[in-house]
Every structure is written in C-alpha cells, then in structure tokens.
C-alpha cells in the first residue's frame, strides 16, 4: 500500500485546464471567462459593503459615525509576544469606534435603549443582527481568500489569530509605510511530522481590509455585549470573550470551522452576477479554485520576482568601516518593520499580492477614486 500510494503521489496529475483564450479557459470541461471573474467580484464586494451598512450598522456609514479607517493609525509595534496584544481589536469590550456604534444605536433606539441603569435589547432584532454578522463574516473571508493574491490553505485560516496568546503569535499585522492590513502566518500542514512552520506574507487590499475593520474593530465588541448577556452562561463568558479577542474569524460565539469555510466559498462564487445570471453554475468550490488560481498565476503573472535575501556584498561604507556586508545587514542600520523577516522577504510578497491586486482591480490602498458604500 505504501509503495503504491508512494507511486499515485509522485506521478504526474492529468490535465484540468486549458486555455481557449488569453480570457478563457476550460477547467474541468467548465468555462471560466475571466472578465466575468472579476466583474462577479467587483460584484460581490458591492454587495456586501451594502449589506454591511443595511443589516449591521443600520443605515449608518462609516462617515456618520464619525468612525476613519486609517491602519496606520492603530501604530503596530511589530509585537509577536505580549499575551493579549493586538493593534486591530484592542479591548473585546469595547473601543472608540464601537463605543461611537453603541451610542449612536442607543440614541436611535434601533437595537437597544438604556433605561438608566443597563442596557434593554430588543431581543428578536439582536438575534437577526447576531446571524447576519456570521452571513458577512463567512462572505468578508471569502473576499479576503480571493484578493490576497495566492490564496492560503482553508485549514490555515481558519487559525489566524488577530491577537498573541500563550499557544502562539498573532498573524493580523499593519505594514509600515502600506495603508492597509496583511496577514503573516506561520502555518504549514507537515508540522506535525517536521516541527517547523512556513511563514507566508500576504497583502490584503484596502477595501477588503475595511470590511475586516468593520467587523472586528466596531461591531464584535458590541455584538460580545449582547452574548455575553443572553446567548451564553455566567461560566462561558470567559470563553466567548477568548474566542472573540483571538480568532480573527469569529461569529456565532465560535471560529468559523474549515468546512463553512468550504461550503462559503462555494457560496460566494456560484452567487449571481449584476444581470442576475449564475456565471459559473457548477461546483466551483475551494478545490476547483486552487486549479483556478495556479492556472491564471501561470497564465497571467509570470516572471514573479523570486524570493532572494538582501545582497550581501561589501559596499565601499562597510570596507572603509571595517566590516563584512553580512554584519552590516544584520546588525546595522536595520529599517524598522513590524514584520521580523529580512527585506527580501517582505517585499518579495509585497510585490506578489500587489500583482494580484493589479490583476483583479482592486487597489491595494485608498486610491483617491475609490468610493466605498458604507
């Protein structure tokens, strides 16, 4: 048995794809046309920042509530130690800009009211808001899959942590100079066997990041309050409160598990177009994707800079100071990061999921034209 899977292993797979044109191809006998791909996206996107502001901020924009998405603003200090640390979150039970939400829908009287002395909640409408943030939580991560260039394994993200804890550091990070999120993960699927991780950057685009933001840095305290209250016990506070502070993809009091992450994403790409026609009417789930991507990363971005560290020959500065360049790389004149890797290998990806970026549209930061709907 070992010698014939060793020989099913090593063989060479048989064809999936093949390219009609430039713009097609056949995937699996399936036509995927890839204008329709991006516009589906561009889609999608609309949508769910128009659901964001229907069903989870009730109407109210960012901009009215006084509420600026600026990640350079939250000043990561690159720590990977600190048990509870995380720049995006902060506190679980509530910061400036959830405090500016709560407010706004007490005063409203839309979810809930004080009546002087605690919170009254209006209990069928908090539950409504509870499933539909699982609804834009599951459709958020499938953007964030899609636009972040090369697409991290699904059993991988259903671990990224926004905040250090004991067992392991956090993969939600700022960039320093980029306006926008990225996630650093230190993941790999033969870690059991080896005990060593591989360590991947990717870049999320802006307008993906703000619907991140949205979720974790407004709405989750908010929605923690509710469950605190009505949806757990006494002695599952302290749970709910962990889950919440540490998985970047929370909802429903637990982390989204790898299979509604497959079923979303099934979801998310057989969804209709703006012509209300199903594009790609087949079973176009996670597996059928990664063919998807390889054979566009192929196709369409090529000669990819290759991952290579910092150069290490002696400049004229170092000889005349009278060390190696190698010394000089690492223990002179190092440019602050809140990434602990060489230059080569942040912009190494940097570049990449820009790429990406460019290929789908998307700007990787605020453009000066971008308009947003919430």
Not at 52 to 62: M, R, S, V, W
Not at 141 to 147: D, F, G, R, V
Not at 254 to 259: A, E
Request: glycine share 6%; proline share 3%.
């Amino acid at each position: 048995m070992q010698r014939f899977s060793a020989v099913l292993q090593n063989r060479r797979k048989k064809p999936q794809v093949h390219w009609i044109s430039p713009k097609n191809l056949l995937l699996n006998q399936q036509e995927i046309d890839l204008d329709q791909f991006r516009s589906l996206l561009h889609f999608q996107l609309k949508n769910l920042e128009l659901f964001f502001l229907e069903k989870l901020l009730f109407g109210n924009t960012l901009e009215s509530l006084g509420i600026t998405v600026d990640f350079k603003a939250l000043k990561d200090s690159g720590d990977t130690t600190t048990i509870w640390y995380s720049p995006l979150l902060g506190d679980i039970w509530g910061n400036e800009d959830s405090n500016k939400l709560l407010k706004k829908l007490v005063g409203d009287g839309t979810l809930l009211m004080h009546n002087g002395t605690e919170l009254v909640w209006d209990m069928g409408m908090a539950e409504t808001w509870v499933a539909d943030n699982h609804a834009a939580t599951c459709q958020t991560y499938c953007a964030t899959h899609i636009t972040e260039g090369s697409s991290s394994r699904v059993t991988e993200e259903a671990k990224t942590q926004c905040l250090n804890t004991r067992t392991g550091r956090r993969h939600v990070f700022v960039m320093p100079g980029i306006n926008t999120l990225c996630i650093w993960s230190n993941y790999w699927k033969g870690t059991t066997k080896s005990g060593t991780f591989k360590e991947i950057l990717h870049i999320i685009p802006f307008r993906v990041s703000r619907l991140i933001f949205i979720l974790v840095q407004v709405i989750r305290p908010v929605i923690t309050l509710y469950l605190a209250e009505h949806s757990v016990t006494a002695d599952n506070r302290l749970a709910l409160k962990t889950t919440y502070s540490t998985n970047l993809w929370a909802t429903l009091g637990s982390t989204i598990t790898p299979k509604q992450m497959y079923r979303a994403i099934l979801v998310f790409l057989r969804s209709p177009n703006a012509e209300g026609n199903i594009p790609f009417n087949f079973s176009f789930g996670e597996r059928q994707y990664w063919q998807f991507i390889a054979a566009v990363q192929n196709k369409h971005l090529p000669g990819s800079p290759k991952y290579r560290k910092v150069e290490r020959e002696e400049s004229v500065g170092d000889r005349q100071a009278g060390r190696s360049g190698q010394t000089s790389h690492q223990h002179y004149a190092i440019e602050e990061s809140t990434i602990d890797r060489d230059p080569g290998f942040i912009e190494h990806y940097i570049s990449y999921s820009k790429k990406w970026h460019e290929f789908w549209r998307i700007s990787t930061e605020h453009g000066k034209d971008d308009q947003y709907f919430v």
